[in-house]
């Protein structure tokens, strides 16, 4: 089941079904954003009484290049749902800062999927989740999306080196990370069809 929270200038919000992409061979793949827009794919790597949570983004442009990318190192938080919040409010506001616009910011978190979608269920985040929605209300134009793991496996693995690894430095870096080129440059090669007909204007929600 899929659903849109769409964000609206004259409307108010909506929840929709988005049509079923369609990839080649019936893979599924990472989807390049639309003309003009930016992907930013995110994850965290959450275990249960270590000392350290990951955390990554990766951001892409229409081709499928990587623009930059980010790794950072938490102190570990209570739990998943704390983690994948806390990631996401770190990639809008780092975007931010680079002044960027025009951002699909894309999970495969159900946990913050349910979190932005039902606010109310979750009174301990309800600050956090706010100010999320605030610092996304900065861009001009944003959606937030969730997808399949499959969709979202480079940034998965960069967040997964922290607490698997033990790769603790946190940094920026143009382009991607090397250890990584041979699949990132199979997803920009790939031909996806469907999903983005135009440029989003939402916070979209897809388990």
């Not at 639309?34 to 983004?57: Q, R, T």
């Not at 570990?76 to 990631?87: I, V």
């Not at 269920?121 to 969730?146: A, E, K, M, T």
Request: glycine share 4%.
């Amino acid at each position: 089941m899929e659903a849109e929270i769409w964000r609206e200038t004259q409307a108010p919000s909506k929840i929709l079904d988005p049509p079923e992409s369609t990839v080649s061979h019936g893979n599924v793949v990472w989807i390049h954003p639309p003309p003009s827009w930016l992907k930013c794919n995110l994850a965290s790597s959450w275990l249960e009484n270590a000392v350290l949570s990951g955390a990554a983004w990766l951001l892409r442009d229409e081709n499928g290049r990587v623009v930059m990318h980010s790794r950072r190192a938490f102190p570990c938080f209570s739990s998943s749902l704390e983690a994948e919040l806390n990631t996401l409010l770190w990639s809008v506001e780092s975007l931010a800062s680079h002044h960027l616009d025009k951002i699909i910011f894309e999970s495969s978190s159900l946990d913050l999927r349910r979190a932005l979608l039902q606010p109310h269920h979750y009174p301990q985040h309800q600050v956090l989740i706010l100010l999320i929605l605030q610092r996304l209300n900065g861009f001009q134009s944003w959606s937030v999306d969730f997808v399949k793991t499959l969709r979202n496996m480079p940034v998965l693995s960069i967040a997964t080196s922290v607490t698997s690894d033990n790769r603790h430095q946190s940094y920026v870096a143009s382009g991607g990370p090397l250890w990584l080129h041979n699949l990132l440059q199979k997803e920009a090669l790939t031909k996806t069809l469907g999903f983005y007909s135009s440029a989003p204007v939402a916070v979209r929600a897809a388990s």
